[in-house]
């Protein structure tokens, strides 16, 4: 990253006490975030119901592996498709479709007669969970105040693992009652929820950066006086929004700019936004890409999806024989990633991004290489020495779930929340859930085969090769974000193509200028 692009950003100067968290930006940020615990709750409750449907549908384990990870490839027509209602239909209203897929999913698989319909129940949840991904982030970092940004912005993978651990507990609440009823009522239990959120995310306000695109600003302008924390802050945004969308500074709100930027966005946004992402991106937007698009990359090759999805699997290979207690443990995961996530979500405003992200990495490469030496080494122990180095391979799973959850697992969503401008964020985002989402399910999907090809202690020892990997690229090539704006965000990765030219105008205007003035001497 270049010294001289990110000396250009001002520094943000800490006050002598930090401001309360303003309740209506945290109100907002609660209800957005709410999609996210249907997300988690429809990724592990998988992880037990797999164990009663396979009984039940006599299915086999790659039909199992193909069911487990494909709702994340299908996630990727949500998470794009999210990105073009986003722009269009506005944000809360994608919050409230999320709701709706996620309700008729949850319904298709649970009363599903066969594979094939739970197969078709299972592309409709991962259509909610593309939206989810994508849509919560980035209206909590629009909405959210500089001072309380990257904590608000934490919130929707807070909710995703608290779903996560619900849908432990429910696998654990469930796996008593008669097989063919078992995993029926797990993935039924997550079609209540749904109906609540979708009412519930009526009561949010729009987005105060989409109003603006839209030509709303006296709305604009209420929101951020809900949203931030003073009157003098909700100007100051305002007015970098409308810069950002192109409405000239000293520009009435009556005036008919708002109007003609409003038509101009309805027509043109979304060929010119995908030509500047993926045709034609100027060198900032490329190091944006290059820095969102990697993060997201890291955060699934290192197999979290795996520990999640197949946790009673991993457990069994630990030692715990019996499905009941594999389910037991497998609740552990669960709360260790929930109880975990707090730490990041108190931090993130206060010691920054980039120190999370390291040593959440650093943590994970080592926790990884641990656990896959102690599986490596049960198969070469006697019974009582395998038996200590089960327990040396659970703790290090649960350490690496809860370095995970402290650090990569949340800040990498408000991270690429925060780095792309106005004009390309919500597709940005679309593009970088799309790639997480294809990550996630080429890792569960491929997890047993590789398994067997070279064996559970080979799979962890070659994610913590990613995590060691993940590492170096985060300490290269991702500034800090903490304290700035999101319009000045965007200028850490290098002035930006309109600048440039502006720059290059005014050059060639002095040479001009100049060669007059020789001429007529």
């Known amino acids: 990253m270049s010294t001289d692009a990110a000396a250009a950003v001002p520094v943000a100067v800490a006050p002598a006490k930090r401001a309360p968290i303003n309740k209506y930006a945290f109100a907002c940020a609660l209800l957005a975030s709410m999609n996210s615990v249907l997300l988690g709750y429809d990724i592990s409750v998988m992880s037990g119901a797999q164990l009663f449907m396979k009984e039940d549908l006599k299915i086999t384990d790659t039909q199992i592996e193909i069911l487990a990870g494909v709702i994340n490839i299908y996630s990727l027509f949500g998470s794009l498709a999210a990105g073009f209602t986003s722009d269009w239909l506005g ?3 994608t919050m409230v479709l999320a709701a709706a897929i996620f309700f008729t999913g949850a319904l298709l698989m649970g009363l599903a007669p066969d594979y094939a319909f739970l197969m078709a129940g299972r592309f409709v949840a991962g259509i909610g969970v593309g939206f989810a991904l994508m849509i919560a982030p980035v209206y909590t970092a629009e909405v959210a105040p500089t001072s309380a940004r990257g904590f608000l912005t934490s919130f929707p993978e807070v909710f995703n693992n608290f779903g996560i651990l619900l849908g432990y507990v429910s696998n654990f609440a469930f796996a008593r009652l008669p097989v063919h009823l078992s995993w029926r009522a797990m993935f039924l239990v997550g ?5 609540f959120l979708g009412v519930a995310v009526l009561a949010m306000p729009e987005s105060p950066r989409w109003l603006v695109m839209r030509g709303r600003i006296d709305d604009a302008r209420r929101v951020l006086q809900k949203t931030s924390d003073s009157p003098a802050e909700a100007e100051e945004r305002l007015l970098d929004i409308k810069k950002v969308v192109g409405i000239p500074e000293g520009v009435s709100d009556a005036d008919d700019v ?72 497998s609740m552990a995961v669960g709360a260790c990633k929930t109880f975990f996530i707090p730490i990041s979500t108190l931090l993130l405003d206060r010691i920054g991004r980039r120190p999370l992200l390291l040593a959440s990495g650093g943590g994970m490469a080592i926790f990884l290489f641990t656990l896959a030496t102690s599986l490596h080494m049960m198969d070469r122990r006697p019974e009582g020495e395998a038996a200590a180095l089960g327990a040396v391979s659970i703790a290090a799973m649960l350490s690496f779930v809860a370095s995970f959850a402290s650090g990569l697992g949340p800040v990498a969503w408000v991270y690429c929340s925060e780095i792309y401008p106005l004009r390309l964020r919500a597709q940005a985002a679309a593009i970088g859930t799309g790639l997480n989402r294809i990550m996630s399910g080429a890792t569960t999907m491929s997890f047993l085969s590789l398994s067997d090809a070279i064996t559970i202690a080979g799979s962890f020892y070659l994610y913590a090769c990613v995590a060691a990997a993940g590492w170096v690229f985060m300490y290269f090539f991702l500034p800090e974000t903490m304290g700035k704006s999101l319009e000045d965000t965007v200028k850490l990765f290098g002035k930006d193509a309109d600048d440039e030219d502006a720059v290059a105008g005014a050059a060639r205007h002095e040479r001009r200028k100049s060669s007059t003035e020789l001429s007529a001497q």
Do not use: H
């Open 91 to 93: 944000r809360r209203y």
């Open 191 to 195: 079609a209540v929820p749904p109906v």
């Open 258 to 329: 708002a109007a003609i930027v409003r038509a101009s966005n309805k027509s043109s946004r979304s060929e010119g936004v995908w030509k500047e992402l993926l045709i034609n991106p100027s060198r900032p937007v490329r190091r944006m890409l290059v820095a969102g698009l990697g993060l997201m990359f890291i955060q699934q090759a290192t197999g979290v999806d795996c520990v999640v999805m197949y946790s009673p699997r991993v457990f069994e290979r630990a030692g715990i024989k019996s499905k009941t207690n594999s389910l037991g443990a």
